[in-house]
Every structure is written in C-alpha cells, then in structure tokens.
C-alpha cells in the first residue's frame, strides 16, 4: 500500500469471483470484516470458483456467497479448518467441493451450508466430513480411494432430505469418532468395508437419484453436473453394516429392483430406536444379523437372510410386536434364529436348517400364512404369555412346523396348537446361545434361559393340541418334573401322530378331555402315564402297549382304550 492508503485484507466484491492458482491456495481471516462479518476470508454476492491446478487447498478461514453457487477444486488435498466454513445463503444454490487426486480433510466444528441447494464432496482419497447442510435438499459424498469418516462431535455431519455415500473403503468406522451422524429422509451408500451410520429422525433406505451441482466456469458463469448415476441400497460387500434411527428405519427396494435393500458381506446391525423397523425388501448379511425396534416387520416382499454358515439372527420388539408376514422369509444357514416380541410373534417363514428357533412373545405366537411352513429347524424352543397357534378353522389355525424336538410354553387361555411335518420327541430344549450384534457390527456371544421341557399350558382351560405327520415321542425332559405334556385346568389334551406314539413321561390335565392318537403302534414305558378328571381315549392304529407301572387314571369319567385288535372301553380309574 501507499503511504495514504491503509491496509487491506481478503477478497470481496459485488459480482463472481474466480481465482485460480497454479501453487498452494490458502484462504486466510484478514483484519477487515467481510460483509460486516469477521472470521471470513473470501465474500462475494455472485459465484465462485476457487482452483489450485497442480496442488492444494487449505480453508482456514470463511467462504461465502449471498446469491451465487460455490466451488473449490485441487489436484490435491483440499482441507478446511474450524473457521473455514462454506456457505451460500441464495435458495437453490450449490457447493461443490473436490480433491482430485487426494483427501478432503474438514475439521471438527467446520461446515458447508446452503439454503436448500445440493452439497456435493468429491475427493480420490478419504473425506472427513465436519458437516454438511443442504436444508432440504440432497447430499453426495463420493471417495473414490478412501473412506469417508467423522470429523467429531461439533456438528450432524450431514443434514438434507437425501443423502448418498460412495466409498472404496467404509462409511463411518466403529472406532472413535465412530458412527455418521445424520438428519435425512432417504439414504443409499456404498462402502466395501463397512458402513457405520445414526439418524436423528425417520429414515428411508432406497434410491437417491443423480445429485446435480453448479460447477463454476473460468468466467464465472455455472453449468450443471450430475454427480453421479441413481445409486440404490445400503451395501458393504466385505464389511459390517451398522444403521439406527431415533425414528422409523424402513428399508425399500430401489429403481434396480434386484429385491435387495441392504447387504452386509459380514454381520448387520439395524435398529429403529423408537419406532418400527420395517423390511420391505431383502436385508441380507454374510455373517450374524440384528433387527430391532419398537415393532419389527418383514413384509411379503421382504425376506431377512444369512448366507455365513451358522450365523444367527436375532429379530426383537421391544414394546410391541414382530410381524413376518404371509411370502416373507426369515433364513439362515443353520444358525439360530431368535425372536423376541413384546407383544404377539406373527410369523411364517422362518427357517433355520440344523438350527434352534427360539420365540418369546409376550402376547400370541400365531402362523401368519399359508405360503410356507411357520417354522423349519432342528430344535424349536417357544414361550408365550399369550397362545402359540390357534384352533383349526381360526384364522390360519395351527402352527405349522417341521422340527425333531420341541418344548413350548403358554400361558393364554387358548394354549397351544402346534402342526409338525416329521418325526418330533417332546422333551428338553437347551438354552439359547446366539451371537448377538452391537452397534459397532462387532459380534458379543450371548445366552438366553434356562432349559425349557415338555408341552405346558399354564392358565386355566389352556389347551394342548399337538399333530405330527411322523412318530411321536413324548419324554421327561431336564427339569425331572416327570411330565412330558400337561394342561392346565380344564384344558383339554389331543396328541395325534400319523405313525408310531411312544411315551415314557406323564401327559396330564387338571379337568380336560384327553385323546391320544396314533396311526400304528403306540406304546407307554416306565414313567409314563395318563391322567385327569375328564375322560380318556386312547387309540392306536396298530399294537397298543403299556409296562405294568403306567397308570391311566380319571377320577369322574370314562376311560377308553384301543388298538388295532383289541378294543377295551372301562370306567376304571
């Protein structure tokens, strides 16, 4: 400066503003406001175009436009520090930030702000994101050779109607600073090796279509880029995936229509804080899964699955229900399969090959739908506060299950009303043992309950009501109770199986009808025996045997025993 002129520091003017450098660009606070404000480096009422041709870009002070889009492109790193923020307050207009070759590094308390313009980050290494704020408009974070991660604390780091992230590494990290913190609506993102990600509200997995930007040209004027084609899914093809929201977490198919709308290569983790979790669409993982919210549902065109061997799924309602709905599926490959619902268990579909289901329910366990069997494993292990199944001819009537042991509890007025396809043994179902996911997609081996034995209603007129296409085996199992069925009350008891019945524990009921059918031999060893106050029927389609300390007692009524050649009827009791 002259001697009569007094100092000047950063750059403002009433119009566009391009500045491009063949060096280092830094952006520095001088001592003069900008705009009537201080802390700002650049302030301009037009657009602007910040290049660094062959090296960087370092922010350490404001940027910002009053009517005009924003862009800021290096070769290499472009870095933005705590003061540096980037804003536009025009409504529509874009920021458009790019590395070309390397990082994008925002520093915690560091934003970039529209008024409802699009925000779009592009970077060939990793992207720190301090936060992003496009108001009601959408979000694009693009790292071509890196991952995309959490500056800190400070700010959500993005806000924005829809938001997409594309990384050749992860989305978050489940170390500290950890999780994605975001306010949107709709969310697709890819990161191979994991994605890790919170929202504050209702979230939408699905489609977010191109995310089109202003790019500044040489002479100020801007010209729109599309960043990007539609991007559907969330999906890490090695990695975990971890996914919570404070509100509904719903997840849809996109525009791909490939019946999948989120895939983990390794363990899942999804939770809707305080509402409903809802699959409308495949959710798949290679490795263990964890679905969670105040209801959980798997709609007919959804299907919850595990490809890793024996991993397992856990699905839980914690203040209402759980609903796989009739043409949904929830698989594993020979993992465990745990359902847990405050409320009623609707559910058809599951399957879990040489696996153990497990399902607690505070309410009704009821078959949902036709199109498949309820439940396929080895072991099947069920408590209900309500009835599990329902009575032929009601809604979809019994459970229908295919299981080789099976121990169940409920404690509705109803009881219990269970199908099996093939040969069962009612006795002793270990406890649970599962591998349950944490936030971070890391796994934490969990136990659940005691051994669970026999079939057993516990409210009075609870009923027992028991098919099996198959042999029938009825044992005491590890709680030495002696029992293998009982009802309570007046609940009446119908065991029937299409082959062999075979028993070596009491079948009991306080007041209730009992009949005990078999398609061919049926036979009662020690420890067996029949008995109530209500009447007996006994039939066996072929021999029909009893050890000399089986006892079939009935105080009040009538006793009938038959066999395919011997027919005795008595009041014996």
Same mark, same amino acid.
């Given at each position: 400066?002259?001697?009569?002129?007094?100092?000047?520091?950063?750059?403002?003017?009433?119009?566009?503003?391009?500045?491009?450098?063949?060096?280092?660009?830094?952006?520095?606070?001088?001592?003069?406001?900008?705009?009537?404000?201080?802390?700002?480096?650049?302030?301009?009422?037009?657009?602007?175009?910040?290049?660094?041709?062959?090296?960087?870009?370092?922010?350490?002070?404001?940027?910002?436009?009053?009517?005009?889009?924003?862009?800021?492109?290096?070769?290499?790193?472009?870095?933005?520090?705590?003061?540096?923020?980037?804003?536009?307050?025009?409504?529509?207009?874009?920021?458009?930030?790019?590395?070309?070759?390397?990082?994008?590094?925002?520093?915690?308390?560091?934003?970039?702000?529209?008024?409802?313009?699009?925000?779009?980050?592009?970077?060939?290494?990793?992207?720190?994101?301090?936060?992003?704020?496009?108001?009601?408009?959408?979000?694009?974070?693009?790292?071509?050779?890196?991952?995309?991660?959490?500056?800190?604390?400070?700010?959500?780091?993005?806000?924005?109607?829809? +938001?997409?992230?594309? @990384?050749? %590494? /992860? *989305?978050? #990290? $489940?170390? !500290?600073?950890?999780?994605?913190? =975001?306010?949107?609506? &709709?969310?697709?993102?890819?990161?191979?090796?994991?994605?890790?990600?919170?929202?504050?509200?209702?979230?939408?997995?699905?489609?977010?279509?191109?995310?089109?930007v202003n790019s500044v040209s040489s002479d100020g004027t801007t010209f729109v880029t599309n960043a990007s084609a539609v991007l559907n899914d969330v999906v890490s093809?090695?990695?975990?995936?971890?996914?919570?929201?404070?509100?509904t977490l719903t997840v849809n198919d996109g525009s791909d229509t490939d019946d999948v709308g989120i895939s983990a290569g390794s363990h899942l983790y999804l939770k809707?804080?305080?509402?409903?979790?809802?699959?409308?669409?495949?959710?798949?993982?290679?490795?263990?899964?964890?679905?969670?919210?105040?209801? +959980?549902?798997?709609? @007919?065109? %959804? /299907? *919850?699955? #595990? $490809?890793? !061997?024996?991993?397992?799924?856990? =699905?839980?309602?914690? &203040?209402?229900?759980?609903?796989?709905?009739?043409?949904?599926?929830?698989?594993?490959?020979?993992?465990?399969?745990?359902?847990?619902?405050?409320?009623?268990?609707?559910?058809?579909?599951?399957?879990?090959?040489?696996?153990?289901?497990?399902?607690?329910?505070?309410?009704?366990?009821?078959?949902?739908?036709?199109?498949?069997?309820?439940?396929?494993?080895?072991?099947?292990?069920?408590?209900?506060?309500?009835?599990?199944?329902?009575?032929?001819?009601?809604?979809?009537?019994?459970?229908?299950?295919?299981?080789?042991?099976?121990?169940?509890?409920?404690?509705?007025?109803?009881?219990?009303?269970?199908?099996?396809?093939?040969?069962?043994?009612?006795?002793? +179902?270990?406890?649970?043992?599962?591998?349950? *996911?944490?936030?971070?997609?890391?796994?934490?081996?969990?136990?659940?309950?005691?051994?669970?034995?026999?079939?057993?209603?516990?409210?009075?007129?609870?009923?027992?009501?028991?098919?099996?296409?198959?042999?029938?085996?009825?044992?005491?199992?590890?709680?030495?109770?002696?029992?293998?069925?009982?009802?309570?009350?007046?609940?009446?008891?119908?065991?029937?199986?299409?082959?062999?019945?075979?028993?070596?524990?009491?079948v009991s009921s306080g007041s209730g009808a009992m009949s005990i059918l078999s398609g061919s031999d049926m036979s009662f060893t020690s420890g067996a025996g029949l008995?109530?106050?209500?009447?007996?029927?006994?039939?066996?389609?072929?021999?029909?045997?009893?050890?000399?300390?089986?006892?079939?007692?009935?105080?009040?009524?009538?006793?009938?025993?038959?066999?395919?050649?011997?027919?005795?009827?008595?009041?014996?009791?």
């Amino acid at each position: 400066t002259s001697p009569s002129e007094a100092a000047r520091s950063d750059l403002q003017t009433a119009g566009n503003l391009v500045l491009r450098v063949a060096g280092a660009l830094t952006v520095a606070d001088g001592s003069d406001p900008v705009n009537g404000q201080s802390g700002l480096g650049i302030g301009l009422d037009g657009n602007l175009l910040l290049e660094s041709t062959n090296s960087t870009i370092a922010l350490n002070a404001g940027v910002t436009s009053t009517s005009g889009s924003i862009m800021v492109v290096a070769e290499d790193a472009v870095s933005q520090a705590a003061a540096g923020d980037i804003t536009t307050s025009a409504s529509g207009e874009t920021i458009f930030v790019a590395s070309m070759l390397d990082a994008i590094s925002m520093a915690d308390g560091a934003t970039a702000e529209t008024n409802d313009g699009n925000i779009f980050y592009s970077a060939g290494g990793d992207i720190t994101i301090g936060g992003l704020d496009a108001g009601t408009a959408e979000v694009f974070v693009d790292s071509a050779g890196g991952d995309i991660l959490d500056a800190g604390s400070v700010d959500v780091e993005v806000i924005a109607s829809k +938001v997409r992230f594309e @990384a050749s %590494g /992860s *989305v978050g #990290s $489940s170390t !500290s600073p950890g999780m994605l913190e =975001l306010t949107v609506g &709709t969310l697709a993102a890819e990161g191979p090796s994991g994605i890790y990600l919170n929202n504050s509200t209702n979230l939408v997995v699905g489609e977010v279509s191109t995310v089109a930007v202003n790019s500044v040209s040489s002479d100020g004027t801007t010209f729109v880029t599309n960043a990007s084609a539609v991007l559907n899914d969330v999906v890490s093809t090695s990695g975990p995936i971890a996914l919570t929201a404070a509100g509904t977490l719903t997840v849809n198919d996109g525009s791909d229509t490939d019946d999948v709308g989120i895939s983990a290569g390794s363990h899942l983790y999804l939770k809707a804080i305080s509402s409903t979790l809802a699959a409308n669409t495949g959710v798949s993982a290679g490795g263990a899964i964890h679905m969670e919210g105040a209801t +959980v549902s798997v709609a @007919a065109t %959804g /299907s *919850v699955s #595990s $490809s890793g !061997s024996t991993e397992t799924i856990y =699905l839980r309602a914690s &203040t209402s229900t759980v609903t796989v709905a009739d043409g949904a599926s929830v698989s594993s490959t020979n993992g465990n399969i745990y359902v847990r619902a405050a409320q009623a268990a609707n559910i058809t579909g599951i399957s879990a090959g040489t696996g153990f289901v497990y399902i607690n329910a505070g309410g009704n366990i009821v078959d949902n739908g036709d199109s498949a069997t309820d439940i396929s494993a080895a072991t099947v292990r069920l408590i209900s506060a309500g009835n599990i199944g329902e009575p032929a001819g009601t809604n979809n009537g019994l459970l229908d299950i295919a299981t080789a042991t099976l121990a169940a509890q409920a404690g509705g007025s109803e009881g219990i009303f269970i199908a099996n396809n093939g040969n069962l043994t009612i006795g002793d +179902v270990s406890g649970f043992n599962y591998d349950r *996911v944490d936030a971070t997609g890391a796994l934490v081996p969990t136990s659940n309950g005691d051994n669970l034995s026999d079939l057993a209603t516990t409210t009075a007129a609870g009923s027992v009501v028991l098919e099996v296409t198959g042999n029938l085996s009825l044992v005491d199992g590890g709680d030495s109770d002696g029992d293998a069925v009982t009802a309570a009350g007046a609940g009446t008891i119908l065991l029937s199986a299409s082959g062999t019945l075979s028993g070596s524990a009491e079948v009991s009921s306080g007041s209730g009808a009992m009949s005990i059918l078999s398609g061919s031999d049926m036979s009662f060893t020690s420890g067996a025996g029949l008995s109530t106050d209500g009447t007996i029927e006994v039939v066996a389609g072929g021999a029909l045997t009893f050890a000399t300390d089986v006892h079939v007692a009935t105080t009040a009524a009538d006793i009938h025993l038959e066999s395919g050649t011997v027919e005795t009827e008595s009041g014996m009791n």
